[in-house]
């Protein structure tokens, strides 16, 4: 089991910047990746960023150059900076960690972070 609490959120405005973390807790060994989602009302969840074991990571391209994932060495904490935010990032933003369960991978997740970003 992982736990995730993701913090950082809040009101910004355009072209400003906003970095979110996600503390984690439990087996932290077993974690294979880490990765940002978002949601926004009416949206579909999407992936934002992902980071893996061996510090590989990939980006919507809707964020790239604009974000950064990155980690610590135990998995403890990730985190997303986001500059030149936009108003079309305005979503909820969730952490989830993917391990292996008893049946594949399992994924845990976040409670998410709410980011609003005024024009």
């Known amino acids: 089991q992982v736990q995730l609490v993701e913090s950082g959120g809040g009101l910004v405005q355009s072209g400003g910047s906003l970095r979110l973390s996600c503390a984690a807790s439990g087996r932290l060994f077993s974690i294979s990746s880490m990765a940002w989602y978002r949601q926004a009302p009416v949206n579909e969840r999407e992936l934002v960023a992902l980071i893996t074991r061996d510090d590989t990571t990939n980006y919507a391209d809707s964020v790239k150059g604009r974000f950064t994932i990155s980690r610590d060495n135990a998995w403890n904490t990730v985190y997303l900076q986001m500059n030149s935010l936009e108003p079309e990032d305005t979503a909820v933003y969730y952490c989830?960690?993917?391990?292996?369960?008893?049946?594949?991978?399992?994924?845990?997740w976040g409670q998410g972070t709410q980011v609003t970003v005024s024009s």
């Open positions: 989830r960690a993917r391990a292996p369960g008893d049946i594949g991978p399992a994924d845990y």
